[in-house]
């Protein structure tokens, strides 16, 4: 209950039992990143059909282009979503950020041309980065601390999920015996706005972050929702008494205005050493992520002969292989702590990378075995990324933990979003070499970011939100 001492919401959400209520929320909130791996897998796997004359008869290079103005929209997103969910609530933006993602994902279906398909790309993206602030906050705020790392590994595993569902959809849609090939990638995005309307019914059932109250002053608000969500996890009647000994968490007042200078004192004053861990990780798993995993249908077209309507059943087995990474790992996150599984996931991704960049510069792979070997880099490159997410979000106020992810997430982005584009460039000039040397430049970013979480890591598995705040 919320009191002149303080609250004890926060003690109280911690010590949940994990239940089908956490599954509920966290399905309905973690389809977020589903719908991020379908909006990739679809561009990437739809890369070759896009550049048939019948479609948009695009080049490789406006491919990445493509993908850069999807990201570029992401961190637009980020940073205005970010800021609102922070000064609004977690709740007022999920249906907001979901909405405009879906119309602009079925209008980009829709496109007459490549400049309408690059708007529509950058108004879907804007929707997904504003869906990260809000729902990586509120997660994180709900989830109960003993399990924090391995739930938040496997929520942002799911991007793999609708990865793998893009695929088996472009299979079908990109197959031209089944769907006319000027229709099929249009059909491909409207479905993939089917997908996510069906959320928005189940999000108006989700409460507001009892935490994001409490800051606001609305102590009798957060009490009444943590009760609820209490009694559905326990049982009426069935809640278990606080021990007399609780320290009850009084959080502190929420400023009057979050505004970019108070949050750079927070980042650059009060935790630059949890700033700097929090770029270096994000900034080298988006560069990893974004350049190969854009350019993944063109390296197997372009080297590896693949035909465009058999790109699906190669990233299939790709997303499957990044989906079972945090899934399997995460337990790890919390048993063995961060400070030893997010170097270990990085500098493996990297190790295993480089190998596989000299097995294909040698010319030893084929399709399959490209793939095979792409799928154990990623299996641990999945668990790095999404360890990124999980540092940002658990290490700062949540007074500012909307826009901090945002901003972390927007300077990442937007660096990497580079990426896509000069990788698309390099595959249109058909030299192993060059590819090689960009998946080395790569390689080292995650190996660098390895160092720095050893270095800079802070020990925050099993920790209340509350107590990391120092």
């Given at each position: 209950m919320a009191s002149s001492r303080g609250s004890d919401v926060p003690y109280r959400l911690d010590r949940m039992?994990?239940?089908?209520?956490?599954?509920?929320?966290?399905?309905?909130?973690?389809?977020?990143?589903?719908?991020?791996?379908?909006?990739?897998?679809?561009?990437?796997?739809?890369?070759?059909?896009?550049?048939?004359?019948?479609?948009?008869?695009?080049?490789?290079?406006?491919?990445?282009?493509?993908?850069?103005?999807?990201?570029?929209?992401?961190?637009?997103?980020?940073?205005?979503?970010?800021?609102?969910?922070?000064?609004?609530?977690?709740k007022k933006l999920f249906l907001v950020t979901l909405g405009l993602y879906l119309a602009a994902t079925a209008l980009g279906g829709l496109a007459p041309s490549f400049g309408w398909f690059l708007l529509f790309r950058f108004l879907a993206g804007a929707g997904i980065g504003g869906e990260y602030s809000a729902i990586n906050s509120a997660i994180d705020e709900i989830v109960p601390a003993p399990m924090r790392g391995q739930v938040d590994l496997a929520i942002n595993g799911t991007y793999w999920v609708g990865v793998g569902l893009g695929s088996a959809l472009t299979l079908v849609v990109a197959n031209p015996t089944l769907v006319p090939v000027a229709y099929g990638w249009r059909l491909a995005f409207g479905l993939g706005a089917l997908l996510g309307l069906t959320i928005l019914v189940v999000r108006r059932a989700i409460p507001e972050s009892p935490r994001w109250l409490l800051l606001h002053g609305r102590g009798a608000e957060a009490d009444d929702v943590t009760?609820?969500?209490?009694?559905?996890?326990?049982?009426?009647?069935?809640?278990?008494?606080?021990?007399?000994?609780?320290?009850?968490?009084?959080?502190?007042?929420?400023?009057?205005?979050?505004?970019?200078?108070?949050?750079?004192?927070?980042?650059?004053?009060?935790?630059?050493?949890?700033?700097?861990?929090?770029?270096a990780l994000m900034m080298a798993q988006a560069f990893f992520y974004n350049s190969i995993f854009f350019s993944y249908a063109l390296v197997l077209q372009k080297f590896h002969a693949v035909a465009?309507?058999?790109?699906?059943?190669?990233?299939?087995?790709?997303?499957?292989?990044?989906?079972?990474?945090?899934?399997?790992?995460?337990?790890?996150?919390?048993?063995?702590?961060?400070?030893?599984?997010?170097?270990?996931?990085?500098?493996?991704?990297?190790?295993?990378?480089?190998?596989?960049?000299?097995?294909?510069?040698?010319?030893?792979?084929?399709?399959?075995?490209?793939?095979?070997?792409?799928?154990?880099?990623?299996?641990?490159?999945?668990?790095?990324?999404?360890?990124?997410?999980?540092?940002?979000?658990?290490?700062?106020?949540?007074?500012i933990r909307g826009l901090a992810i945002a901003v972390f997430y927007a300077i990442a982005t937007l660096i990497a979003s580079t990426g896509p584009a000069v990788f698309g460039a390099i595959v249109d000039q058909g030299a192993p070499g060059n590819l090689?040397?960009?998946?080395?430049?790569?390689?080292?970013?995650?190996?660098?970011?390895?160092?720095?979480?050893?270095?800079?890591?802070?020990?925050?598995?099993?920790?209340?939100?509350?107590a990391l705040r120092d």
């Open positions: 039992p994990w239940s089908a209520w956490h599954r509920r929320v966290l399905l309905a909130l973690g389809i977020t990143w589903s719908l991020d791996g379908l909006e990739a897998s679809l561009v990437a796997n739809l890369a070759p059909t896009l550049a048939l004359p019948e479609t948009l008869a695009l080049t490789p290079s406006q491919v990445g282009l493509t993908s850069t103005t999807y990201l570029v929209g992401q961190v637009f997103g980020a940073l205005l979503f970010g800021w609102l969910t922070d000064k609004q609530g977690r009760r609820a969500i209490e009694t559905e996890v326990y049982g009426a009647g069935a809640i278990p008494p606080l021990p007399a000994s609780l320290e009850r968490h009084r959080p502190a007042p929420a400023p009057t205005t979050v505004n970019l200078r108070y949050l750079f004192q927070a980042l650059l004053v009060t935790y630059p050493r949890r700033t700097a861990l929090g770029l465009p309507d058999r790109v699906g059943l190669y990233m299939m087995p790709f997303a499957v292989g990044n989906f079972l990474g945090p899934l399997l790992l995460g337990r790890a996150f919390d048993r063995f702590g961060r400070r030893t599984m997010i170097p270990l996931t990085y500098a493996m991704s990297g190790i295993l990378l480089t190998a596989t960049g000299a097995l294909f510069v040698a010319g030893a792979l084929t399709a399959v075995t490209q793939t095979l070997a792409w799928c154990i880099v990623f299996f641990f490159a999945s668990s790095a990324a999404s360890s990124a997410y999980l540092t940002v979000s658990e290490l700062f106020p949540l007074e090689f040397a960009a998946y080395a430049f790569a390689s080292a970013l995650m190996i660098a970011a390895a160092i720095v979480a050893r270095v800079l890591g802070v020990d925050a598995e099993g920790k209340a939100l509350e």
